[in-house]
């Protein structure tokens, strides 16, 4: 795999977009394809830093990256390459899983999951695991603590109302990457869980959990 970072400008969504969406906490989750009839989603994150840590925006930048996971072995594991999509590999395989073509002027962080591709694929993909990290966090001394919020957003991209929004908490203040949630197939439906589960990582300590292995920059 090979990585190459950008600097993005944040973009947020208006207070009233997201005034009705469900407030998702560490643990809970909703049921997408049942309740809310959604055969695809969009994930956003945006996020804001905190004006009383001595850094500026145009220095931190996250990343938000999603692993098409299977477990067909008993084992969450990756199937291949192109399973891990950020914005250098924007498509697992049919639309399925893709990021957003980053304009550089726009500059938000987004992925698009369609669920019934998902399930066409022979891999057998059962789980999306979705990952915000900060660019060399660990190197630069950069944490989530020096933000305001950073929040995901799960929208349906049909009339762009959100659904529900998860934010990290306190707690993860210290990390440097964070597993915000995952969109779980169980029992015929597509659920997404939140689970903020902060760890004091680099992307490469991700792809190594996944069965995957980085390649050096170019």
């Not at 938000?108 to 990952?131: A, N, R, T, W």
């Not at 762009?160 to 949630?181: C, H, P, R, W, Y």
């Amino acid at each position: 795999m090979r990585h190459h970072w950008k600097w993005r400008q944040i973009v947020h969504r208006k207070k009233e977009e997201i005034s009705m969406a469900i407030q998702l906490q560490k643990g809970s989750g909703i049921n997408l394809t049942k309740d809310h009839g959604l055969d695809d989603v969009e994930i956003e994150v945006t996020f804001d830093i905190d004006p009383t840590h001595p850094v500026k925006a145009h220095e931190m930048d996250v990343n938000a990256c999603a692993f098409a996971i299977t477990h067909k072995d008993g084992k969450a594991v990756a199937p291949r390459d192109e399973a891990f999509v950020f914005y250098n590999n924007r498509d697992y395989g049919n639309g399925a899983l893709t990021h957003d073509v980053d304009g550089g002027s726009v500059g938000d962080d987004k992925m698009y999951l369609h669920f019934s591709k998902l399930e066409q694929s022979p891999d057998g993909i059962d789980e999306v695991s979705c990952i915000v990290e900060i660019y060399e966090g660990l190197a630069r001394g950069h944490h989530f603590g020096q933000f305001s919020h950073c929040t995901a957003h799960i929208v349906n991209p049909a009339t762009k109302e959100v659904i529900a929004e998860f934010k990290l908490a306190e707690e993860d203040s210290n990390a440097t990457a964070v597993q915000m949630g995952s969109f779980v197939k169980e029992d015929g439906h597509w659920h997404f869980k939140a689970i903020g589960a902060g760890y004091q990582k680099g992307l490469a300590d991700f792809l190594h959990v996944y069965g995957l292995v980085e390649s050096g920059p170019e």
